[in-house]
């Protein structure tokens, strides 16, 4: 008895694991909002922020804080600055925050809604780390998901946006200069 007991609990454990399978883990598209980080088992929309979910595993580029920037930059590290936000704002004359800022040092300038149509002056860069970035790290992480979806692997968005990265007064770390320019 104990023989088919042992027969019977092996079957069941074995039967088990091939009919349990690894269930899908959804993300909603990124875009910078903590709803990013809420993972879900089917197919939907983001009930935040309405972006359609898209499989995690899908969601591929890292994030860099506003200081790691500063450093990279202040290094003169290989790196490709891409700004996201409109002409007005990388120009420093729109009245959205950060006012009058302007952009970071040897930034390109794509707004996010011309990202998609824009993508093939970017291919030049396709193999280079890109830090992606905007005024509040909303339209970035956006942006950072066309280009990963595109085939750009070395994508970097940069946490809180420019507004941040002004608001902490950040310099370059080896000469106190701005790493802002209009």
């Known amino acids: 008895m104990p023989k088919i007991a042992l027969f019977v609990l092996s079957f069941l454990i074995s039967a088990g694991s091939l009919f349990s399978q690894e269930k899908t883990e959804y993300v909603c598209t990124p875009c910078g909002r903590d709803c990013d980080n809420e993972i879900h088992y089917s197919e939907g929309t983001c009930p935040v922020c309405n972006m359609p979910y898209i499989e995690k595993s899908r969601v591929k580029m ?4 506003p200081e790691e920037v500063a450093m990279i930059i202040s290094n003169n590290e290989d790196y490709i600055i891409l700004d996201v936000r409109t002409k007005e704002e990388y120009d420093g004359t729109s009245e959205i925050e950060p006012v009058g800022a302007g952009h970071l040092l040897n930034a390109i300038n794509i707004s996010s809604r011309e990202i998609e149509n824009r993508l093939g002056e970017l291919e030049q860069y396709k193999d280079k780390k890109i830090i ?8 970035s992480p956006m942006c950072s998901q066309i280009l990963t979806d595109a085939g750009f692997e070395n994508i970097y968005n940069m946490a809180e946006g420019l507004t941040t990265f002004v ?3 950040l310099v370059n770390t080896n000469t106190g200069e701005s790493l802002l320019t209009k």
């Open 62 to 65: 890292h994030t860099l804080q």
């Open 132 to 139: 992606v970035y905007c005024s509040h790290s909303h339209r």
């Open 167 to 169: 608001e902490k007064g």
